[in-house]
């Protein structure tokens, strides 16, 4: 209901109790409880002073409603309890105080103090009850702002759920589109160079060029998304150790494999060799051509790991553009699976990577 309704109603209610309670009283009776009935329609916005009001008609009439909504009013709106206590306890005072006050005699001192007792306990009800619509308001309060906070971090959780998975999505996509566009542009450089008509030159020039160009746009893609997005779960599927003979042999580089690693080997550190072996035959690729490579697989007690290591180049290296995240990637691997990885120059002018991690997951 709308509240000036509720307060009108209030009002009426409380004119009629007191119309019934001051009809044999003298015209200050009747003022002061027109004064507490009015007061009722500020109940919202001060309930002390409409309580202090109503106390005078208290005194000189037997009002009930009034001084009732008056003190749950005040119960329901006032944070310290002591406050309404005290108003219950002085306006079951102001009913029991004799009154005239010039005529002591009006009634019994006996009587009177019963009358406080009896009215002390009707004027706590609506404290009490004002209190505990209180509490059940700020529970709800509560209960919202509970609810308000779990929506909150279930869409932080989908954040950052959707931040692992672009970092995953970023990682993936160096690892397997540029692997085979770069050996696209590798091969279209040989054939430019090796082709003997206008036009077979002019259509690898074409291939090396559109190549080149999908890896500088695809630097630019996992550069975005590498930007919002931290450690994440691998998606499957993905190669494993069977995979890597074949990676070597289909690499367009002369490259050797030598080593084995027992199937037992966990699935997440056959991935993370896989892709070591991956990004650095890549890397020959790119940045040392005509470079030779050897790939050793080895176990080192509880642990196991890959070497690639390649030899100088024999050829300035194509212009292709490099984001360095490949690296930094196969590292982010090697942390999460609690391993180490290492890369540098060797002391003949190659290049070496080397990855060790535990062969099953701590």
Known sequence: MPAPLVDGGLVAVAAGDAWLAVSDTSLLGVALAAVACA?????????????????????VADL??????ALFALAERS???RLPAGCAVLMAAASAAPWPWHDPDSRDRTWTLIQFVYTLAGTAAPVLLGQL????????????????????????????????????????????????????????????????????????RTIRSLSVSTLDELRNMVALLRASGGRATELTPQ??????????????????????????????????????????????????????????????????????????????????????????????????????????????GGYEVSLRIPAQPE
């Open 39 to 59: 007061a009722l329609a500020l109940r919202r916005f001060l309930p002390l002073t409409v309580v202090l009001l109503t106390l005078p008609a208290t005194v």
């Open 64 to 69: 009930v409603f009034a001084p009732l909504a």
């Open 79 to 81: 944070r310290d309890r």
């Open 133 to 204: 619509v209180q509490a059940r308001r700020d529970l709800s309060q509560r209960l919202a702002e509970i609810e308000e906070a779990r929506e909150h971090e279930r869409a932080l959780h989908a954040q950052a759920v959707l931040a692992r998975e672009r970092a995953q999505l970023a990682r993936e996509m160096h690892d397997v589109v540029s692997h085979q566009v770069s050996l696209i542009a590798v091969q279209a450089g040989a054939l430019q160079v090796a082709a003997k008509d206008t036009d077979s030159r002019e259509a690898a």
């Open 239 to 348: 190669p494993t150790l069977a995979d890597v003979r074949r990676l070597v042999a289909t690499s367009g580089i002369d490259a050797e494999l030598t080593g084995r690693l027992p199937d037992t080997v966990s699935i997440p550190a056959q991935r993370a060799i896989y892709r070591t072996v991956q990004e650095a035959l890549t890397n020959v690729r790119k940045h040392a051509p005509g470079a030779g490579a050897t790939v050793k697989l080895w176990r080192d007690g509880d642990h196991v790991g890959v070497t690639v290591t390649n030899s100088r180049p024999t050829r300035p290296s194509l212009p292709l553009p490099g984001s360095q995240q490949g690296l930094v990637g196969l590292r982010e691997r090697a942390e999460i699976l609690h391993g180490t990885f290492a890369s540098g120059v060797t002391s003949d």
